[in-house]
């Protein structure tokens, strides 16, 4: 058979009637009969060829056949079917393959051609074409009956001498492959075999190997599809079938998995700001013209890192004590052209930029792309949104003495205040729902409060806007720390502001608490400490009264000598120098009555202080007392507001 496949070729020297009375014997073997002798056997070979091939298409010929050509492959002793590498011989049929489209999508079918071109006597009637793929997730496919060219005659396919013959394959990618939504798989041909005749008698399968001299052209195979597009698009006319050269080879595609017709849309407000639960609000919409199931859309951030410090939360805000950085969105089935909406809530604890992404994977049952009923597909999409956090505010504590003046150390039984200053820096509207200042010790309010209440309650901020909240803090005089002491915290309770056309963003109905750890302060021990009583304002020729306190921190009784300087600006009632005695760890009262005379910012008398027992820095101790007063003049109503 290997003989007769290539003598009855025009590759070979031999003439017509040669190659006609080879055909006529390959074809009485296919059909289990004794061929016809060759001219010049003698009577006697004849005789006994006769007896051989008698024999061999008997009952038993299988078990006796060695096969001594390496290019014939008997697969089972026990099968009638052999296979013949045609690509390694000279053949009379020649083959080349070619896939319609360089790729193909999970969700079409995917199509091959097949051209054979004979070149024997007369034609040849094969009954079964099929071709297998290097691939194992692709079956092998073939036909006995369909083909795409008039040369099919009662179900099989009858090749004629110098004719093209076509067929076209169209299948589905495996199923394994479609629930896998593999991309850029390869898929290639492994080999193309025809048969001649049938396993009921005898059957040659010729066999074109996919590294065979028709089967690719490896050199170009880069550029192998755009032959075919261009040959595909030179005309449908036969003529293209007049040079068997002209026909390209494709024994490759690619297979893609068609993007998904799923639109996921990000909508949100940047920035930001740190600390708040930030509403986005996710859109799911189905674009394809088939209702989707399975659908699941996973939610997370691109940087890993970002997980450590941020949360996500779906529909309501919720903390998390250890933050996670993704969620899941469920949904059994969702109709074609409808939508649903989430709302995903970021919860920053710095500033930093964010990119979420959202995957979607869904099923889908699509009618074939091959013959009738359904295909499933597993598809994907994705979609991302860029969100920077920023601070809503920047919070700073100054501490001041009683007169406002910066201080940078406090002293013990000495009052001072101090400030806590908030300066918007958030490009949205932020309200200050509550304060909150706790003392560690040994400071605490002046007035005894442990909760004095809050000066920025409902205090509305935007743009660069500055609030601030003062406190008379005092050091308890019975203080035993030494060297820096932390002051405590201050809690701010915030929110975004309403907008101005009434709308309350979802953000601002979950408040925020930002905790600031307020600055170490020096604490000195002092002594003594002297502070005043002053009214804010008097009236000329009317009694502004005046007093001084004097606190005696040591253990010893203390003598100390006061005396006030005369003014021309005031008169006063009171001896102008007085010497006193105070105890130790107690205190005493000093009082004046003044009478301006004048109207103005005036200077307050100095007040000449002497510790007899102890040597004190006279400035210290008038570091706190108070150095003006206004003075209205008579007749002048201080309204009350201003008051």
């Given at each position: 058979?290997?003989?007769?496949?290539?003598?009855?070729?025009?590759?070979?020297?031999?003439?017509?009637?040669?190659r006609?009375?080879?055909?006529?014997n390959?074809?009485?073997?296919?059909?289990?009969?004794?061929?016809?002798?060759?001219?010049?056997?003698?009577?006697?070979?004849?005789?006994k060829?006769?007896?051989?091939?008698?024999?061999?298409?008997?009952?038993?010929?299988?078990?006796d056949?060695?096969?001594?050509?390496?290019?014939?492959?008997?697969?089972?002793?026990?099968?009638?079917?052999?296979?013949?590498?045609?690509?390694?011989?000279?053949?009379f049929?020649?083959?080349?393959?070619?896939?319609?489209?360089?790729s193909f999508?999970?969700d079409?079918?995917?199509?091959?051609?097949?051209?054979?071109?004979?070149?024997?006597?007369?034609?040849?009637?094969?009954?079964?074409?099929?071709?297998?793929?290097?691939?194992?997730?692709?079956?092998?496919?073939?036909?006995?009956?369909?083909?795409?060219?008039?040369?099919?005659?009662?179900?099989?396919?009858?090749?004629?001498?110098g004719?093209?013959?076509e067929?076209?394959?169209?299948?589905?990618?495996?199923?394994?492959?479609?629930?896998?939504?593999?991309?850029n798989?390869?898929?290639?041909?492994?080999?193309?075999?025809l048969?001649?005749?049938?396993?009921?008698?005898?059957?040659?399968?010729?066999?074109?190997?996919?590294?065979?001299?028709?089967?690719?052209?490896?050199?170009?195979?880069?550029?192998?599809?755009?032959?075919?597009?261009?040959?595909?698009?030179?005309?449908?006319?036969?003529?293209?079938?007049?040079?068997?050269?002209?026909?390209?080879?494709?024994?490759?595609?690619?297979?893609?998995?068609?993007?998904?017709n799923?639109?996921l849309?990000?909508?949100?407000?940047?920035?930001?700001?740190?600390?708040?639960?930030?509403?986005?609000?996710?859109?799911?919409?189905?674009?394809e013209?088939?209702?989707?199931?399975n659908?699941?859309?996973?939610?997370?951030?691109?940087?890993?890192?970002?997980?450590?410090?941020?949360?996500l939360s779906?529909?309501?805000?919720?903390?998390?004590?250890?933050?996670?950085?993704?969620l899941?969105?469920?949904?059994?089935?969702?109709?074609a052209?409808?939508?649903?909406?989430?709302?995903?809530?970021?919860?920053c604890?710095?500033?930093?930029?964010?990119?979420?992404?959202?995957?979607?994977?869904?099923?889908?049952?699509?009618?074939?792309?091959?013959?009738?009923?359904?295909?499933?597909?597993?598809?994907?999409?994705?979609?991302?949104?860029?969100?920077?956090?920023?601070?809503?505010?920047?919070?700073?504590?100054?501490l001041?003495?009683?007169?406002?003046?910066?201080?940078?150390?406090?002293?013990?039984?000495?009052?001072?205040?101090?400030?806590?200053?908030?300066?918007?820096?958030?490009?949205?509207?932020?309200?200050?729902k509550?304060?909150?200042?706790?003392?560690s010790?040994?400071?605490?309010?002046?007035?005894?409060?442990?909760?004095?209440?809050?000066?920025?309650?409902?205090v509305h901020?935007?743009?660069?806007?500055?609030?601030?909240?003062?406190?008379?803090?005092?050091?308890?005089?019975?203080?035993?720390?030494?060297?820096?002491?932390?002051?405590?915290q201050?809690?701010?309770?915030?929110?975004?502001?309403?907008?101005?056309?009434?709308?309350?963003?979802?953000?601002?109905s979950?408040?925020?608490?930002?905790?600031?750890?307020?600055?170490t302060?020096?604490?000195?021990?002092?002594?003594?400490?002297?502070?005043?009583?002053?009214?804010?304002?008097?009236?000329?020729?009317?009694?502004?009264?005046l007093?001084?306190?004097?606190?005696?921190?040591?253990?010893?009784?203390?003598?100390?000598?006061?005396?006030?300087?005369?003014?021309?600006?005031?008169?006063?009632?009171g001896?102008?120098?007085?010497?006193?005695?105070?105890?130790?760890?107690?205190?005493?009262?000093?009082?004046?009555?003044?009478?301006?005379?004048?109207?103005?910012?005036?200077?307050?008398?100095?007040?000449?202080?002497?510790?007899?027992?102890?040597?004190?820095?006279?400035?210290?101790?008038?570091?706190?007392?108070?150095?003006?007063?206004?003075?209205?003049?008579?007749?002048?109503?201080?309204?009350?507001?201003?008051?």
């Amino acid at each position: 058979m290997t003989l007769a496949i290539e003598l009855i070729g025009s590759q070979y020297n031999t003439t017509f009637e040669e190659r006609s009375r080879i055909q006529a014997n390959m074809q009485r073997i296919i059909s289990n009969e004794v061929p016809e002798p060759e001219p010049d056997c003698t009577n006697a070979e004849i005789t006994k060829a006769n007896a051989l091939w008698t024999r061999g298409i008997g009952k038993n010929w299988r078990e006796d056949r060695i096969v001594t050509q390496p290019s014939i492959h008997v697969p089972d002793p026990q099968c009638s079917e052999f296979s013949i590498e045609a690509s390694q011989l000279a053949a009379f049929v020649q083959c080349k393959t070619q896939f319609l489209s360089s790729s193909f999508y999970t969700d079409e079918a995917i199509g091959l051609k097949i051209f054979f071109r004979l070149s024997a006597p007369q034609p040849i009637t094969f009954s079964r074409i099929q071709v297998t793929f290097a691939e194992d997730a692709y079956p092998p496919v073939s036909t006995v009956a369909e083909a795409t060219s008039d040369a099919t005659v009662g179900g099989a396919i009858r090749l004629e001498n110098g004719q093209v013959f076509e067929h076209t394959f169209r299948f589905l990618p495996p199923k394994d492959l479609l629930h896998t939504a593999e991309v850029n798989s390869k898929i290639e041909i492994s080999s193309v075999q025809l048969s001649l005749g049938s396993a009921e008698t005898c059957c040659a399968i010729l066999r074109w190997s996919a590294a065979g001299s028709d089967m690719t052209l490896s050199a170009l195979a880069s550029t192998n599809h755009q032959l075919v597009d261009m040959w595909r698009t030179a005309g449908r006319g036969e003529s293209r079938y007049d040079l068997w050269e002209n026909i390209p080879v494709c024994p490759w595609a690619q297979l893609q998995s068609r993007s998904g017709n799923l639109d996921l849309a990000f909508s949100h407000s940047p920035p930001a700001l740190v600390k708040e639960f930030y509403p986005i609000t996710l859109t799911i919409r189905n674009n394809e013209k088939h209702t989707i199931s399975n659908l699941t859309v996973t939610v997370a951030f691109r940087e890993h890192a970002m997980v450590e410090s941020s949360h996500l939360s779906l529909d309501t805000p919720q903390s998390a004590d250890s933050y996670t950085g993704s969620l899941t969105i469920t949904k059994a089935d969702l109709p074609a052209g409808n939508e649903v909406s989430h709302t995903i809530f970021l919860h920053c604890q710095q500033v930093c930029q964010h990119t979420l992404v959202a995957a979607a994977s869904y099923g889908m049952l699509i009618p074939s792309a091959v013959g009738e009923g359904e295909q499933s597909l597993l598809l994907q999409n994705e979609a991302s949104a860029d969100v920077l956090s920023v601070h809503p505010f920047d919070a700073s504590v100054k501490l001041m003495s009683m007169k406002m003046e910066s201080v940078d150390a406090v002293h013990k039984g000495e009052e001072f205040i101090l400030a806590a200053e908030v300066r918007c820096s958030s490009p949205w509207p932020i309200t200050i729902k509550n304060t909150a200042l706790q003392l560690s010790q040994p400071f605490m309010f002046s007035d005894g409060d442990e909760k004095p209440q809050s000066q920025l309650c409902n205090v509305h901020l935007e743009g660069n806007n500055v609030a601030t909240e003062c406190f008379a803090v005092v050091v308890s005089s019975s203080a035993t720390q030494k060297g820096s002491i932390p002051l405590g915290q201050f809690t701010l309770e915030w929110c975004r502001a309403v907008s101005s056309d009434g709308s309350d963003p979802q953000s601002a109905s979950v408040p925020i608490q930002t905790v600031l750890s307020l600055p170490t302060t020096a604490l000195v021990d002092v002594p003594f400490v002297i502070t005043a009583s002053l009214p804010s304002h008097g009236e000329v020729r009317k009694v502004l009264p005046l007093s001084y306190n004097l606190t005696n921190q040591t253990g010893q009784v203390q003598e100390v000598e006061l005396e006030i300087e005369p003014s021309e600006s005031f008169m006063y009632a009171g001896d102008r120098k007085i010497h006193v005695r105070v105890a130790a760890k107690d205190q005493h009262a000093v009082s004046y009555q003044l009478y301006p005379n004048v109207p103005g910012y005036l200077s307050v008398p100095k007040l000449r202080i002497k510790w007899l027992r102890q040597d004190v820095d006279e400035r210290q101790l008038r570091r706190s007392l108070p150095t003006h007063v206004f003075v209205q003049p008579v007749g002048y109503n201080v309204p009350a507001a201003s008051a």
